[in-house]
Structure formats: C-alpha cells, structure tokens
C-alpha cells in the first residue's frame, strides 16, 4: 500500500466508516450458539426471520457494537472443514476475523480450558509489533487473536 493511498482513505465519505458485524453462515444454529456462547462468552442480542433464513445477533462480551451475525436456514454448501492454519491460507475469501485482547498469552489458555482447537499459539509478530495467536471454531472459521504493543498505534 503506498502512503498516498493511506492518506486518501483517510478523508471523505469513508473516513467515518466503522466495522459493524460480520455474517457467518451455520448449518446448525442451536449448536452455534451455544459454541460461540460457552466458548467466547458472546451473547444472543437478537434474532429475526427474513426470506426463509433465520438472522442471529451475538455481541461480544466487551463489545455491544461488533456483532456476529449468524445466518442459519436450508440451502447452504458446507466449505471445507480446514484444520491446518496454513492450509487455511489455500482457500480465497475471507480468512478470519480478528479479535483485539488485553493479553494473549491468558486468553489462549483460557481457550484451551475451554477446549477450543488453537491453530497457532502466540507469538510476537515483530513486524506488526504484536503478540498474535489463532483459533478456529468446530466448523473450520479462523480466528486471530491481537495484542497490541506499545509502539502499535492503529
């Protein structure tokens, strides 16, 4: 990225653009729910039925604002079920989402208390300059857990 295009995305229309949620298509809501419940603590917000599919809102336990939609209903094909995280990288679209934590390091083991499949436990990524790990869910959805530095100002 060159440092003109930084500075132009910086003004205009989209310089108030802020993240809102992201959808993530299940076959099974039920076992969804109670996954991204007892495994991240996110919380049910709302839920709402529009053109034969079920809308599922769960927020973050210290974030009411980011919400991850879960979109459940016939019709859907399952993608491939990646267990590697580098293998994860041969697939287009999206990868993962991240998720910014106060200390890494603690919310990996929590995760693995919780028995939560780490993909890449953490590390410090100098050229970042954060201490990263990654994590997947029981359908093969990546997860990056981000613990800012110091001398990261984003």
């Known amino acids: ?14 310089a ?36 034969g599919l079920t809308f599922t809102e769960m927020a973050l336990a210290g974030d009411e604002m980011f919400r991850l939609e879960l979109v459940s209903g016939a019709g859907a094909a399952d993608r491939p079920n990646t267990v590697d995280l580098m293998d994860s990288f041969h697939l287009h679209g999206w990868h993962h989402l991240c998720l910014r934590v106060d200390d890494v390091d603690k919310t990996v083991a929590e995760l693995k208390r919780r028995e ?7 590390h410090y990524n ?15 959805n990546m997860f990056e857990l981000l613990q800012p530095s110091d001398g990261d100002t984003r």
Request: no cysteine; glycine share 6%.
């Open 16 to 51: 108030f653009m802020r993240g809102d949620h992201v959808g993530l298509r299940v076959r099974d809501l039920d076992a969804a729910v109670a996954w991204y419940r007892d495994k991240l603590d996110f919380r049910v917000v709302r839920a709402f039925e529009m053109n």
């Open 1 to 14: 990225m060159t440092e003109s295009s930084v500075s132009h995305a910086n003004s205009g229309v989209f």
């Open 126 to 140: 100098p050229d970042w300059k954060v201490r990263v790990a990654f994590f997947a869910d029981p359908w093969g």
């Open 116 to 122: 939560v499949r780490v993909t890449l436990d953490p």
